[in-house]
C-alpha cells in the first residue's frame, strides 16, 4: 500500500482563513465594484441616451400631430374647393343649358319671322305685280280716254266755227 499522499505546505497555509485569501478576496470584490461602476456608468448613459430619445420621440410625436391636423385641414379646404367648384361646375351647366335653350328659341324665331318676310315679301312683289297690272290697264284706259278727249276737242273747234 502507498503511503497517503500528503497535502503540500502551501494548501496547509492558505486554507480558507488564511490572509492570502482575505487578500484576493478583497482584489475579487474591488474588481467586482470596478466592474459594477463601469456597468453603472454604462447603464447611466444608456439610461440618459434613452431618455434624449425618448425626448425626440416625443418632439417627433408632437410634429408628425402637428402636421397631420395641418393634412386634415387642407383636406377640409380641399374638399371645400372641390364642392365649390361642383357647384359651380353645376351653375355653368344649368347657365349654358338655357342659354342653348335660348338660342334655340331665338333660331326658331328668326325662322319664323324669316317664313313670315319671305311670305310679306312674296305677297308685296303679287301686289306690285297687279298694281303694276291695273297702272298699265289704267294708263292704257286712260290714254284712250284723252286720245277721245282730243278727238272730240279736235272736232269740237270745227264745229263752232
Known sequence: MEAPAETPPDAQINGPDS??????????????????????????????????????????????????????????????????LKDKENELARKLDEELRKTEDLKREVEVSRERIHKLETEIKERNGLMLDLLRVSKGSLKRILESVDEDEEERPNRRV
Open 19 to 84: 490572509p492570502n485569501n482575505d487578500t484576493s478576496y478583497l482584489s475579487d470584490r474591488d474588481d467586482l465594484r470596478a466592474e459594477l461602476q463601469l456597468q453603472s456608468a454604462a447603464t447611466e448613459e444608456t439610461l440618459v441616451l434613452l431618455q434624449r430619445e425618448g425626448d425626440v420621440v416625443a418632439d417627433l410625436t408632437k410634429v408628425v400631430d402637428e402636421i397631420s391636423r395641418e393634412r386634415d385641414s387642407l383636406r377640409d379646404k380641399v374638399d371645400e374647393f372641390e364642392a365649390s
